[in-house]
């Protein structure tokens, strides 16, 4: 017997005799959504009578390459997609050898088991070769006439499948799965032409984001065409960062900066040709955190955090900690953002995360159209008519962007503030674009590479959805 003494099921109680102490005596594991889900999910298969489970294994540092075969590891897995931005490389030989047990194939579907749990992605047909580490677990299909890796992947997103695996996980610092846990997460299987729809809704998502990798790619070949007009030797230039170097003692202002990691970027600097300051041309700031009493569960007044910046596109979808009270909103509404506004994160625990993913505020969400707020790891620079954003948002992008970003860093603890990213020398080929018919054409490249982005979200949504009802209408 379980009552639930609140709608958010905050309070409960439970009979001594219904709870099994031999097994778990933790209150977590005996919430009441966890319950109910059991019950509605305990008809259905078990995973381990659908796949073939196998777990990876990370090779030793020395084993990595510049190229070769694909290694994954917890950031490569993402919301039913692989992120491979930063993926790792293996030899032929550690993949055949080390690590052969774990190999995968078209079709398999990953799953994180630490950390992060429950992202999940499926190895694509264009994946030849690959290889997982060993927070993430690779299911194999026994039969494909049965059941279809989209759908799974799909299915393995719901509350169905995430109330499973969250009452069951392990640990405190970092949490874990384990394997017999795994073997007994409850699968719905429908009927296929249920499955064939989730396939197809999840494809048309997967090349509504190509398209707009494409578009954003094109963006940013016509943006590099163009300045390397008006800059020579762009692609060298950040070398200059890297080089040993010695100035005079009248070209370092003591009172203002002594550090070598700033000067180190002077060569590259003075070979931008002649530049405004960022300040000059901007409007720079950043937001405040809340007090721990500012935050609210839900609401309608929106704060975001550093992790809404992917350089991908703004993605407030994790509301943790997200929403504010009303009063807070209003003592802070000058810090909102507004449409074209770009954003960075201006505190990390490591330097190199500073400025190596910016995000433009494109649209707002209809529900916070009226303003967003940004914590204080968030800086927003907001252009004058001068400088289109689009045009400079791939200008500090760029590997230039980033090392000048890089230099303005201040602390131990790495700190970005408003007065040093003002600094920033914009070189006049960034304005000079801005104002010509390219700066139209990279604006709507990218405009339109972010909407087609959100859209292949919103079908990967739309695709959990229908999987969601499947389930209920049983």
């Known amino acids: 017997m379980v009552e639930a003494q609140t709608k958010n099921q905050n309070v409960f109680w439970l009979w001594n005799k219904d709870v099994d102490f ?24 078990k995973l381990t009578d659908l796949v073939e489970l196998k777990g990876g294994a990370t090779p030793l540092g020395s084993n990595y390459i510049e190229h070769g075969i694909p290694f994954l590891r917890i950031q490569n897995i993402g919301e039913n997609e692989l992120v491979l931005d930063e993926v790792a490389f293996i030899s032929e030989d550690t993949h055949e050898g080390l690590l052969k047990r774990s190999q995968l194939k078209s079709g398999d579907v990953l799953f994180t088991i630490t950390g992060r749990i429950g992202s999940v992605a499926v190895v694509p047909d ?12 690779r299911m194999r299909i026994k039969n494909r006439d049965k059941l279809l890796p989209h759908y799974l992947s799909t299915y393995l997103l719901t509350d169905y499948a995430k109330l499973q695996h969250e009452r069951v996980a392990y640990g405190t610092t970092r949490i874990a799965l384990d394997y017999p846990t795994l073997y007994n997460l409850k699968v719905f299987v429908p009927p296929l032409k249920d499955q064939q729809k989730v396939e197809q809704i999840v494809k048309e998502a997967f090349q509504l984001k190509k398209e707009a990798e494409k578009e954003y790619q094109e963006a940013t070949n016509v943006f590099l065409e163009n300045i390397k007009t008006y800059i020579s030797g762009w692609d060298t230039l950040t070398t200059e960062a890297k080089r040993a170097f010695w100035l005079w003692s009248d070209q370092v202002d003591i009172a203002s900066r002594i550090d070598p990691d700033y000067y180190s970027g002077e060569g590259m600097r003075n070979k931008l040709g002649k530049t405004k300051s960022l300040g000059e041309l901007a409007e720079i700031k950043i937001g405040k955190t809340p007090a721990f009493d500012d935050y609210l569960p839900s609401g309608k007044r929106r704060i975001m955090k550093f992790r809404a910046i992917t350089g991908r596109g703004i993605d407030l979808e994790n509301e943790e900690r997200g929403f504010v009270k009303e009063e807070f909103f209003q003592k802070n509404k000058r810090n909102k953002l507004n449409e074209d506004d770009i954003v960075l994160g201006s505190a990390a625990h490591q ?7 910016l995000d433009i505020v494109d649209e707002l969400p209809k529900e916070f159209a009226d303003g967003v707020l940004t914590v204080a790891e968030i800086m927003t620079i907001r252009v004058d008519k001068t400088l289109n954003p689009f045009v400079l948002l791939l200008f500090l992008r760029s590997s230039v962007g980033y090392e000048l970003i890089q230099r303005q860093i201040k602390g131990q603890t790495s700190h970005l503030y408003p007065k040093d990213v003002a600094s920033i020398g914009i070189p006049e080929a960034v304005i000079k674009i801005s104002k010509s018919k390219i700066g139209v054409e990279i604006e709507g490249k990218v405009q339109s590479s972010l909407a087609k982005a959100r859209l292949s979200k919103q079908k990967l949504q739309e695709a959990k959805d229908f999987v969601e009802n499947l389930v209920k209408k049983v």
Request: a neutral charge.
């Open 22 to 45: 031999q097994k778990r005596g933790d209150t977590q594991y005996w919430l009441p959504m966890f319950l109910e889900n059991e019950t509605e999910v305990s008809k259905f298969p």
């Open 126 to 137: 264009e994946m030849k070769a690959g290889n997982i580490n060993q927070h993430m677990v």
């Open 351 to 357: 330097a190199h995360y500073i400025g190596k993913y």
